[in-house]
């Protein structure tokens, strides 16, 4: 059972457009992380949101916890932002663990 | 800004052997996680510690597994006698506090068993 789904699976962009990534969960979650995936293999932390709306630069992370949904946007699309991206939640009665969709990997064409 | 760092970044083994991978979490940070990826699968969750125990792990932590933190800095995942499904990247994370904070996650250690 997939609690964390993604979507979609794979994307590719010319460099400047404006990218949208989907989470939907199915459970009570506390909090929602959004992570980077180098190629290399290293993950980075984007955002943790609870609630509401996060901006950081050209990335913007939503949640609307009724719809059990948050999107990443990344505005201004460019060649580097080529990574996997990954939605992460902690449920809510499941202490602090973190429990992962399966990532979309975005690819910015120059 | 801190980070958490892994070592190795790649370590190879064969089947059977004991392997320990290295982690320093963040100086301040309080709870410790390791995580492994299968390649080409999700992220699972495997063992989480606070205050010198294990809060919370999964099935996949059996006994051949174990966690230690033995020196206030070093935090380790040891597996004892490998199988070939053991090969994964293991991610290492730490936050300050639990639920309300975020993880930092390290580079990794890819785990290949021959």
């Known amino acids: 059972k997939n609690e964390v789904e993604q979507s979609p699976q794979n994307l590719t962009a010319q460099e400047g457009e404006f990218i949208t990534i989907n989470c939907s969960y199915s459970?009570?979650?506390?909090?929602l992380h959004w992570l980077q995936q180098h190629p290399g293999g290293g993950i980075v932390s984007l955002f943790m949101?609870?609630?509401g709306k996060k901006k950081h630069g050209r990335l913007i992370a939503t949640i609307n916890i009724q719809e059990k949904h948050s999107s990443l946007h990344i505005t201004a699309s460019h060649p580097r932002d080529s990574a996997v991206y990954i939605c992460?939640?902690?449920?809510?009665?499941?202490?602090?663990?973190?429990?992962f969709g399966g990532g979309t990997r975005v690819l910015v064409k120059p | 800004e801190p980070e958490v760092t892994q070592t190795p970044s790649h370590q190879v083994t064969q089947m059977g052997q004991e392997v320990i991978l290295r982690c320093v979490p963040i100086?301040?940070?309080?709870?410790f996680y390791w995580y492994r990826q299968i390649l080409g699968q999700k992220v699972e969750f495997l063992v989480s510690?606070?205050?010198?125990?294990?809060?919370?792990k999964s099935e996949i932590f059996d006994d051949q597994f174990s966690v230690e933190r033995p020196d206030g800095s070093n935090f380790t995942l040891k597996i004892r006698s490998t199988k070939l499904e053991d090969s994964a990247m293991y991610f290492c994370?730490?936050?300050?506090?639990?639920?309300?904070?975020?993880?930092?996650f390290g580079d990794g250690t890819r785990l290949s068993i021959l």
């Open positions: 994370a730490s936050s300050v506090a639990g639920r309300s904070q975020p993880q930092h």
């Open positions: 459970v009570g979650i506390s909090a």
């Open positions: 949101l609870s609630s």
């Open positions: 992460a939640v902690r449920l809510r009665a499941a202490g602090n663990k973190l429990t």
């Open positions: 100086s301040n940070h309080l709870y």
């Open positions: 510690f606070y205050n010198n125990e294990i809060s919370e």
